[in-house]
Antibody
């Protein structure tokens, strides 16, 4: 049974760096074809991909946010961490981590955490 | 960078109706497209992947197809549980969502 859970601050100030942790179980992130992604959703708005880390430590980032994002994994702890610098009120959103199935021609997200709401405000 | 254009943004329908949601890719992406259903306050749920393969446990009234760069999600015989927001996704791009409401 695959589960994921996001943790981190619920409130950050503008210009601060957000660090979120995804703790997962039920799979290993060194299995071929597996990844963990971070996806966010501002209140009332659409899903937005942020970052994806592959089993082989390859990474993909949203082109518009790449300069602010870093994703990393700790396979021994079954955790994935994402850092987003220079937070702004427009970054207020629910942040999800998700298990990814990765193939040569695409990926999908078949298990999701419940999400964590991060508010950016002074 | 791939862009996914989803339409309509909202849709009203009745229980028992058949509805179709469309997603168009900005360029040819092959057939690896996924559809998700999201209900308020919940994470998205994967319904379909690789354009037409139903995720385990998803009812057969959901179906997916494509032609060129246009992908469709069809729900045949709407059930009360189907009223939700639907998103398409390919690689790192999500559509803008379609909110399906009860008429």
């Amino acid at each position: 049974q695959i589960t994921l859970k996001e943790s981190g601050p619920t409130l950050v100030k503008p210009t601060q760096t957000l660090t979120l942790t995804c703790a997962f179980s039920g799979f290993s992130l060194d299995t071929n074809g597996v990844g963990v992604a971070w996806i966010r959703q501002p209140p009332g708005k659409a899903l937005e991909f942020l970052a994806l880390i592959y089993w082989d430590d390859d990474k993909r980032y949203s082109p518009s946010l790449e300069s602010r994002l870093t994703i990393s994994k700790d396979t021994s702890k079954n955790q994935v961490v994402v850092r987003m610098t220079n937070m702004d009120p427009v970054d207020t959103a629910t942040y999800y981590c998700a298990h990814s199935r990765i193939a040569a021609s695409g990926t999908n997200f078949n298990f999701w955490g419940q999400g964590t709401l991060v508010t950016v405000s002074s | 960078d791939i862009q996914m254009t989803q339409s309509p943004s909202s849709l009203s329908a009745s229980v028992g109706d058949t509805v179709t949601i469309t997603c168009r890719a900005s360029r040819s992406i092959g057939d690896w497209l996924a559809w998700y259903q999201q209900k308020p306050g919940k994470p998205p749920k994967l319904l379909i992947y690789k354009t037409s393969i139903l995720e385990s446990g998803v009812p057969s009234r959901f179906s997916g197809a494509y032609s060129g760069t246009q992908f469709t999600l069809t729900i045949s015989g709407l059930q009360p549980d189907d009223f939700a927001t639907y998103y398409c996704q390919q690689w790192t791009a999500f559509g803008q969502g379609t909110k399906l409401e009860i008429k």
